[in-house]
């Protein structure tokens, strides 16, 4: 079970990774997939969207028995896109984001393995997406009234965590050129 939450950096040993983190509706896909395109790479889309989107077809209602099916999913489509990754990987979650919501929705649940997983796995850079861009419902959303109680624990999980962070406020233009900014000293640094 370990192995499917490991990431497989040797396939591409080089490559940057940077995670946009945040709670729900702070435009972390549309970032996710404008830093792609920029950097003419591979971005990891947030396996949990599909994964809801098909229980909510189904009428059923995700449960903590989801969690780790959710985190497997994550870290096989993570490491999928590292082979195709051109000097940095974008990600649209990780296992950290997994850990926040599972305790949210699950009254602290979080299995052992996913939190020794998110701690253990590196990336180079995570982006805070701040929660100033208005909320917009998607069906699968679900907390308009909870985004600052969430973006503390959001918060607090990368500070737990030790991980390397910027917090990305502004509008979709000012946060695009605050993480090239941040890729490209990364990237220099790195050279």
Known sequence: MEEKLKQIDHLNPECLKVVLFG????????????LADHYHTSM???????????????????????????AFG??????????????????????????????????????????????????????LTYIDLPWEADGIRDQPHNRDFLFEHFLNALKDANKPYV????????RLETCVKHIDNLLKSNS
């Open 23 to 34: 709670p729900e509706s702070t435009g972390k896909t549309s970032l996710a997939k404008a």
């Open 167 to 174: 917090i990305i406020k502004g509008t979709y233009k000012e």
């Open 74 to 127: 994550q870290m096989q489509l993570e490491n999928e896109g590292l082979l195709n990754a051109n000097r940095v990987l974008i990600c649209d979650t990780d296992l950290l984001e997994t850990l926040v919501y599972s305790k949210f929705y699950y009254e602290g649940y979080c299995p052992d393995i996913l939190k020794k997983k998110a701690f253990e796995n590196h990336y180079d850079l995570y982006f």
């Open 44 to 70: 990891v889309e947030e396996y949990s969207r599909s994964y809801a989107a098909i229980k909510t077809q189904n009428n059923e209602a995700l449960t903590k028995a989801d969690v780790l099916p959710i």
